[in-house]
């Protein structure tokens, strides 16, 4: 029964050391992610505000109308 209790100390002791070696990883992957978050937050807010394939072509429609208009008031008749 002892060496059953001495074996379970040592794997504790085992565990404690690589749970340890860890926990500064760990704190370095949240920093990490938190970062990542913040930054992938910036790119869905760029994104919302770029027109969307419609509105551009809307609006080139819009600014080839009025460069017919204007050309043809330019031009003499």
């Keep these: 029964m002892e060496q059953r209790v001495a074996k379970l100390e040592t794997n504790a002791s085992e565990i404690k050391a690589t749970l340890g070696r860890l926990e500064p990883i ?38 080839m109308g009025a460069t017919f208009g204007l050309l043809k008031m330019a031009l003499p008749h």
């Design 26 to 63: 760990l704190t370095r992957i949240d920093t990490s992610t938190r970062k990542l978050e913040a930054d992938v937050g910036e790119l869905k807010g760029r994104v919302a505000q770029m027109p969307t394939a419609w509105q551009l072509l809307v609006g080139i429609i819009g600014i």
